[in-house]
């Protein structure tokens, strides 16, 4: 969650007066070059044509990841990337163009997000026919005729996001900015095999400020490492205030970990000199990755003249394909304000996801997880898990039929800092069973903790 010192000023009064009443192995994947006893380093990996007006290659960033314990610490929908699917593309494959984006037509069989008039989503999963990396057929049948195609790879250099300088004074809209969607495939899990069940976990992972403990403890914590799907939220993208700065976290991750990932920008940060790059939400999957749709929330604010950046709050959508059935994944970072008088801001938000979740095209099996910013309630004086105490947006996503992924867990998932401990990260879950998990309490590295449960297939 990022909280303003002008926003936590502005809540202040009226939070404490509300407080006393709601109380195979893909290339790439074995390139992994050891750099001595305490860690690993993905070596770089050229990008081709790519040319997006930053220098630089699209191999994973120089991120040093230790295995040592002792580390502390009116937008169109668009072809994700291009890439042929009868292959991992090499990244010499990717088109010359600024942003990475594709000249692909959109596939016509593509259903509207059926986001509200003021949220927008964006699909970005159609590709080439053929045969995958992962053994499957893209564009064949899955999961009782439903079509899942694996997205491509697509790792441009620069910037994912289309903005030309005078793209603001040319009537352009600064939050629904066009943004492709990176991806790339390190999984050697084989996809064929149905598990009996699967790792999930939800982390906000506070702009790579510590990028090295997150990466230690996505490998070494009892409760998150192995998982099989993650959702990470604030994720960095070549920006300077990560550390290392410059780091492209998702892709690092995936690399390290062995997953497939998807990434989208949330807000790309090109006119603030100290940050200069993107920061945004990913999933990670051991299985192939499609149907990925970016859903661009309802504004709550103007970030564009309050921050001076591009973009805003949203949700990534993708279909995951798992020993022959599909899952449909969601990794949410909703908005810090409520939207005063009513309050109803990330509800409206949480509508978003919920009206994407129901298209038909849809997998009937589902998980939704992220940070919610929740912060309304407070758990140590409430149970912000159910009504009346747990926000409307929590309230109409248990009524729409989904199930607390973590349930009989009440306690903080965010420490608080500045502020007070308050619940804001989430696993919801329909369409299966689920064994419910917890809070992964002592995990270090960012001012969340991981939450994470089980899904019980098929």
Not at 100 to 113: C, H, L, S, V
Not at 355 to 378: F, K, V
């Amino acid at each position: 969650m990022e909280m303003v010192s002008k926003f936590r000023a502005t809540v202040a009064a009226f939070a404490c007066a509300l407080f006393v009443a709601c109380g195979s192995t893909p290339e790439g994947a074995s390139q992994l070059a050891d750099v001595g006893a305490d860690g690993w380093r993905l070596p770089d990996v050229g990008t081709g044509g790519a040319d997006a007006g930053t220098s630089g290659d699209a191999g994973p960033s120089d991120a040093f990841f230790p295995t040592d314990t002792s580390s502390t610490g009116d937008t169109t929908n668009d072809d994700g990337g291009d890439g042929d699917a009868g292959g991992t593309p090499d990244a010499g494959d990717l088109s010359d163009s600024g942003s990475g984006t594709e000249a692909d037509t959109p596939d016509a069989d593509t259903p509207d997000a059926g986001a509200s008039d003021d949220g927008v989503a964006e699909d970005a999963a159609t590709g080439d026919s053929g045969t995958s990396d992962a053994g499957l057929a893209d564009g064949g049948p899955a999961d009782g005729g439903v079509v899942f195609e694996e997205t491509p790879v697509n790792v441009p250099s620069g910037f994912l996001c289309n903005i030309p300088d005078d793209y603001v004074a040319n009537g352009g809209d600064p939050t629904y900015v066009p943004c492709d969607v990176e991806a790339d495939r390190f999984t050697n899990r084989d996809p064929s095999v149905l598990p009996a069940s699967l790792r999930i976990a939800t982390w906000n992972i506070q702009f790579g400020i510590e990028s090295v403990t997150i990466a230690s403890e996505l490998q070494q914590s009892a409760e998150i490492s192995g998982a099989d799907l993650l959702f990470l939220q604030e994720v960095a993208r070549n920006d300077l205030s990560s550390v290392p700065p410059n780091i492209n976290q998702a892709r690092d991750l995936a690399a390290l970990l062995s997953m497939n990932y998807v990434f989208a920008v949330e807000w790309d940060r090109r006119l603030n000199a100290d940050e200069g790059g993107e920061h945004g939400v990913a999933i990670l999957s051991k299985y192939p990755i499609g149907g990925v749709t970016q859903i661009r929330h309802v504004p709550l604010n103007d970030w564009y003249a309050e921050d001076n950046r591009y973009g805003g709050r949203m949700t990534l959508g993708a279909d995951l394909y798992v020993g022959g059935i599909l899952v449909r994944a969601y990794s949410a970072h909703l908005d810090t304000r409520p939207r005063f008088p009513n309050g109803d801001g990330r509800a409206q938000q949480g509508a978003e996801i919920l009206a994407d979740a129901d298209l038909p095209s849809r997998p009937s099996r589902q998980i939704m997880g992220g940070d919610l910013n929740t912060w309304t309630c407070n758990p140590t004086i409430s149970d912000c898990t159910k009504p009346p105490a747990a926000e409307k947006v929590i309230q109409n996503i248990l009524a729409a039929g989904w199930s607390d992924g973590t349930e009989g867990y009440t306690g903080i998932t965010q420490l608080g800092e500045g502020f007070f401990p308050q619940r804001l990260d989430w696993l919801f879950y329909r369409g299966a069973a689920a064994k419910a998990g917890d809070a992964a309490r002592d995990a270090k590295g960012s001012d969340h903790f991981p939450v994470y449960f089980d899904l019980l297939l098929p």
